[in-house]
């Protein structure tokens, strides 16, 4: 499910590790091959879990010894009790799922913690694209054509923090990251970050 | 404990007579270690029957660690036995599962001690229908009283207490042997530090009891069955049995592989005969996989052991509730299933893996993609091989002990 391309490790990855506490039970729901969860396992010593839509990423992940099953966030989140994990990690996933608003809720009341991190489609380059181009992005972050995308819910950080207020959801953090993945510091008004940062990781509590 | 305590030779090519003189004698003296239990051991069964005396033939495979925790249990499907990877002593063929045990393989016989019983009710050396009645002297047939999935992990839990094996680092098995790995992590959750079920589920479906009710009437309508007392009449149902396992065969496979291997092919023939004989190759094929069936099976045993299927229902041993059999589970569980599989679809696993989530549990679900339907589990399927190592790899490390190689050689 996740939308960035597969390789080296990934930014947000960098920041979500730093989110976790080491040996804390953590859920990971589009965790692609597993790649977060590995490196959580050993950087944080973790006891990791993860759900993955595609097939081919379960059976790897598997493979390399990760606890994972093949599920729909959208679908398969429900069968999880309360409390269950004390992180539930949403990674480059909220954007690509039918109905994030439940997605969310589902997280907040799985997890003592949810982790977040999505594309800001409140970006400069969006928005001067669609101002002067008229176009819709594609982008490193946003590596797909309109036609084609499995990202149909797509949100800006200012959006997400309405989101977080209606649910109640309490903010512990949120890191902006711009476009070439530096942080913007935290110190930074909302609109600047909504303005300049690329992506965004939040850590919500309820 | 020494390697392949079993025997190893291969029994010589023989007529129908003596391999079924052989096939006959593994009842009550197999061809394997088999372990005895008197009156004062009963083997409590689900129905409330005590039975005693009894035994359990089993084979091993590989050697003990130190502190006893790389013992892995195999369990055996409807129809097979507990000679898993060593060649059979009535057939003479390998292993029904040498694919996947042995050395450098997913199950490393060089990293785990790896056991093999014959289920309760089976044929080759645990107590059965065709086993002797030390009441009577002749054997049980049908006063055998009826065997459940419960009662076969029961009477492999006794078996380990008996090799002083007090937990298991891992049980896997696929079909009714994915049954019993289900009601092991439910019946003894502390003695399993990870399961693998495998084209299995938590309950036999309505389907699943109509295919086992054709068995069971195709063998009980064979005049050579005599009530149950063929052994005593001196005949055999081979008929039937061949009709019940052919049925049977079908739902094996699927619809696809049936087409790629057979098609509508005649079989040594240019054209149909206008008769009833074997025209076509899936007709010669079913009626060869239903005689060489009934030259290893005891046709008792497939009702007993078809009818242990049919009355498996995890849930409603915990009150209706799925998820109330692993509430507390610490095992670490990875189901597996395949695509073709329509006897075991997919869905029954994943009701599985609901439940498994919904009590907490540590839980891995792997669907792997074949067009060979249930019977894929005991065929060369390199991504169900990978999914089977790197699970056990990742079990191993977790445990602390030596798992296998995380890619094969």
């Known amino acids: ?206 | 404990m020494k390697e392949n305590s079993g025997g190893r030779t291969a029994p010589q090519e023989g007529n129908g007579v003596e391999q079924e003189r052989r096939r006959r004698r593994q009842a009550d003296t197999p061809d394997s270690p088999v372990l005895r239990f008197g009156a004062d051991e009963p083997l409590r069964l689900q129905s409330g029957v005590l039975l005693a005396p009894w035994q359990i033939a089993y084979q091993t495979y590989g050697a003990l660690n130190a502190d006893r925790s790389n013992a892995v249990l195999v369990c055996h499907a409807l129809t097979g036995d507990q000679h898993a990877a060593n060649v059979h002593p009535v057939t003479g063929r390998p292993g029904w599962w040498e694919s996947m045990i042995g050395p450098g393989k997913p199950i490393d016989t060089e990293k785990f001690f790896i056991i093999c019983a014959n289920v309760v009710g089976g044929c080759m050396g645990t107590t059965g229908p065709a086993s002797t009645d030390p009441a009577t002297g002749r054997a049980f047939g049908l006063d055998l009283p009826l065997i459940t999935i419960p009662d076969m992990v029961r009477s492999q839990a006794m078996l380990l207490d008996r090799l002083g094996i007090e937990t298991l680092f891992a049980v896997i098995g696929g079909s009714m042997g994915g049954m019993q790995v289900l009601a092991w992590g439910a019946m003894y959750p502390e003695r399993v530090f990870a399961a693998i079920p495998i084209a299995a589920s938590s309950r036999h479906s309505s389907q699943n009891i109509a295919f086992g009710e054709v068995g069971r009437q195709a063998i009980m309508a064979d005049p050579d069955w005599c009530e149950g007392r063929y052994l005593e009449c001196g005949t055999n149902p081979r008929k039937g049995l061949a009709v019940a396992r052919m049925a049977a065969h079908i739902t094996y496979m699927s619809d696809a592989s049936l087409h790629r291997k057979f098609g509508r092919n005649l079989q040594d023939r240019d054209a149909v005969t206008f008769g009833f004989d074997a025209d076509f190759q899936i007709e010669s094929y079913l009626r060869h996989q239903g005689s060489s069936f009934v030259d290893r099976f005891d046709a008792n045993s497939y009702l007993y052991v078809t009818r242990a299927m049919d009355y498996f229902d995890l849930a409603v041993d915990h009150g209706g509730v799925l998820a109330r059999a692993f509430l507390g589970t610490r095992t670490r569980w990875c189901v597996v299933s395949f695509t073709t599989d329509w006897l075991f679809p997919t869905a029954e696993s994943r009701a599985v893996v609901h439940a498994l989530n919904a009590a907490a549990a540590n839980v891995s679900f792997v669907e792997i993609e074949s067009d060979r339907g249930h019977d894929a589990f005991l065929l060369d399927e390199p991504e169900f091989f990978a999914t089977v190592r790197g699970f056990l790899a990742g079990a191993a490390r977790a445990r602390g002990i030596a798992g296998p190689a995380a890619e094969a050689a």
Not at chain 1, 54 to 69: E, Y
Not at chain 1, 111 to 139: E, K
Request: charged share 25%; net charge negative.
């Open chain 1, 1 to 206: 499910m996740s939308t960035l391309a597969v390789g080296e490790k990934r930014v947000d990855f960098r920041v979500v590790a730093e989110l976790v506490a080491p040996g804390s039970r953590v859920l990971d729901v589009g965790c692609g091959e597993g790649e977060l969860l590995e490196l959580l396992a050993i950087e944080k010593n973790v006891d990791g879990r993860g759900i993955e839509l595609s097939q081919a990423g379960v059976n790897r992940s598997v493979a390399r010894g990760l606890s994972v099953i093949q599920g729909d966030a959208d679908r398969d989140l429900g069968a999880y009790p309360d409390d269950a994990f004390d992180y539930v990690i949403l990674s480059q996933t909220l954007q690509a799922t039918q109905r994030p608003r439940v997605v969310l809720e589902h997280l907040l009341r799985i997890g003592h913690r949810a982790v977040v991190s999505f594309p800001n489609f409140g970006h400069v380059r969006v928005r001067l694209g669609l101002l002067f181009r008229g176009r819709m992005p594609v982008s490193e972050n946003m590596p797909y054509s309109w036609y084609d995308t499995p990202n149909i819910h797509y949100c800006t950080i200012g959006d997400f923090l309405d989101l977080c207020a209606e649910l109640n959801a309490r903010v512990e953090k949120a890191v902006a990251l711009d476009a070439k993945g530096d942080r913007i510091a935290e110190t930074a008004p909302n609109w600047y970050r909504n303005l300049f940062g690329a992506q965004a990781v939040f850590l919500l509590s309820r």
